[in-house]
Nanobody, 125 residues
């Protein structure tokens, strides 16, 4: 069982930056692939970025490529999402997720086994 707790969300102006963090419980953090998803009001939850347990196999949604960076620190049981050049359309609740399959970096909601409670990101124009 893995428990995930996100932090770092907030209100920022367009063009600004935020860094999200997700801390995982347990001793085997490096055995999980991790991802960030987001859900805007009235929309389905969508993939943002993912990476494997060893920090490789990094994937991004096309809409965030070049602006967002996913990374992890296995010694701290933490995955990060650095978000730069934020746009109003990035406004959403951001969730981190863990997949039991260490090297399988999926892009679909159902592929992930554990979810955090989410953190709100609001980008004003």
């Amino acid at each position: 069982q893995v428990q995930l707790v996100e932090s770092g969300g907030g209100l920022v102006q367009a063009g600004g930056s935020l860094r999200l963090s997700c801390v995982a419980s347990g001793r085997t953090f490096s055995s999980y692939a991790m991802a960030w998803f987001r859900q805007a009001p009235g929309k389905e939850r969508e993939f943002v970025a993912s990476l494997a347990g060893n920090g490789g196999n990094i994937y991004y949604h096309d809409s965030v490529k070049g602006r967002f960076t996913i990374s992890r620190d296995n010694a701290k049981n933490t995955v990060y999402l650095q978000m730069n050049s934020l746009k109003p359309e990035d406004t959403a609740v951001y969730y981190c997720a863990a997949d039991n399959r260490m090297s399988a970096v999926g892009v679909l909601v159902y592929e992930y086994d554990y979810w955090g409670q989410g953190t709100q990101v609001t980008v004003s124009s």
